[in-house]
């Protein structure tokens, strides 16, 4: 799966089972299964993520599934985006240490950064929120025709059944549950795609952004 970055995954992984469980990044439970639910669980998130486009991985934490999508896809731009400190300390310095130069991290909440980070084609989460809260997240960081790639475990069906409604509303047109790693994972990984159309976050928000752009500026909430 890692092909010749084997070794840098290698050096992920150890310090995912030493600073990050010494610092509280990742329960000292999922040491010996880091490979399969984590690593591995995350890194087959690349079949379906497109050739060379910008990706934000929304609440990376430790980074994932940003780390493991970075090893295996050299052609991503990604912007690892996270909220606490620790971890963003974390993932800089992981970035640094495995000289992952297409790999950014941003501090910041993914409904603070709007406006500032610039929209990406793909936004990828897992473990952040459920479906409708991290779709109202993540939706709006996007370019038109983006997409946002969740990983979701059993419950991916019904929480886009019960997300309809707020996909709609923010401009999203298509949805589907994909799984994916056959041959890599087994169970296989489960991806919620939702594709966006020409506004993303909604129309509303799109003529927002529109002007903004057109005054460069934001006007800041009291
Ligand atoms: C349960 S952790 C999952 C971390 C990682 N994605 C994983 O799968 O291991 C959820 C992460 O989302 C981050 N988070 C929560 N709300 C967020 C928001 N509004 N914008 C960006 N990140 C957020 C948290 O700080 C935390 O690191």
Redesign the pocket.
């Known amino acids: 799966m890692f092909g010749e970055l084997f070794p840098e995954a290698v050096r992920y992984a150890e310090l995912l089972a030493d600073a990050g469980v010494k610092r509280g990044l ?1 329960g000292p439970r999922e040491v010996p299964r880091l490979w399969e639910r ?1 690593l591995l669980n ?1 890194a087959v998130l690349s079949e379906v993520v497109p050739e060379g486009v910008t990706v934000c ?10 780390i493991p999508l970075a090893l295996v896809r050299p052609d991503l731009k990604i912007t690892l ?4 400190l620790r ?1 963003t300390n974390f993932l800089q310095e992981v970035v640094e240490l495995l000289g992952l130069d297409h790999v950014t991290v941003v501090r ?5 950064v709007l406006g500032t980070l610039q929209p990406v084609q793909v936004v990828t ?5 459920p479906l409708d809260r991290l779709a109202g ?1 993540g939706v709006p960081l996007l370019k038109p025709y983006g997409e946002m790639l969740a ?1 979701k475990g059993d419950t991916a069906e019904e929480e886009l059944h019960g997300a309809r409604a707020a996909l709609s509303k923010l401009g999203v047109v298509e949805t589907e549950v994909l799984q994916v790693g056959e041959g890599v994972v087994d169970p296989l990984s489960t991806v919620v795609r939702v594709v966006v159309g020409e506004s993303p976050g909604g129309v509303r928000f799109a003529a927002k952004r529109a002007k903004a752009a057109r005054t460069g500026r934001t006007r800041r909430r009291r």
């Open positions: 990742i984590h995350c991985d929304v609440g990376s934490g430790a980074g994932l599934p940003g985006l996270e909220p606490l971890r910041g909440r993914a409904e603070e989460a897992r473990a952040v929120a997240w990983l």
